[in-house]
């Protein structure tokens, strides 16, 4: 949650929600494998968009600035680490004999 805590510093509000939801799904990444994470990202983006426009709506100042941040941090922290994480932990380059 030290992410959200600088964010938050600077002044900007990612979506609570979307960001507790990366750090649940980050854990149990090493267990699931990679099976459903075009579903589970998609759906973690389509909620991030939905809070979004519903900002956008009520008059918040930053909502795009919010919802660059929330992408990143499903793309860097939800993908792109346990992705290296994976390939570190593979024998002989996963494709090996």
């Known amino acids: 949650m030290g992410?959200?805590?600088?964010?938050c510093s600077?002044?900007?509000?990612?979506?609570?929600?979307?960001?507790?939801?990366?750090y649940v799904y980050l854990p149990?990444?090493?267990h699931l494998g990679f099976h459903h994470t075009d579903i589970?990202?998609?759906l973690l983006v389509l909620?991030?968009?939905?809070?979004?426009?519903?900002?956008?709506?009520?008059g918040h100042e930053r909502c795009g600035?919010?919802?660059?941040?929330?992408?990143?941090g499903i793309f860097y922290l939800g993908w792109l680490g346990p992705?290296?994480?994976s390939l570190r932990n593979c024998r002989m380059g996963c494709g090996g004999p």
């Open 40 to 42: 589970i990202i998609s």
């Open 28 to 30: 149990g990444r090493q």
């Open 10 to 22: 600077g002044g900007y509000s990612p979506p609570q929600v979307v960001v507790i939801g990366e």
């Open 65 to 72: 600035s919010d919802f660059s941040i929330t992408l990143g």
């Open 83 to 85: 992705y290296l994480i």
């Open 3 to 7: 992410v959200l805590r600088i964010f």
């Open 47 to 58: 909620v991030a968009m939905s809070v979004a426009v519903f900002w956008y709506e009520s």
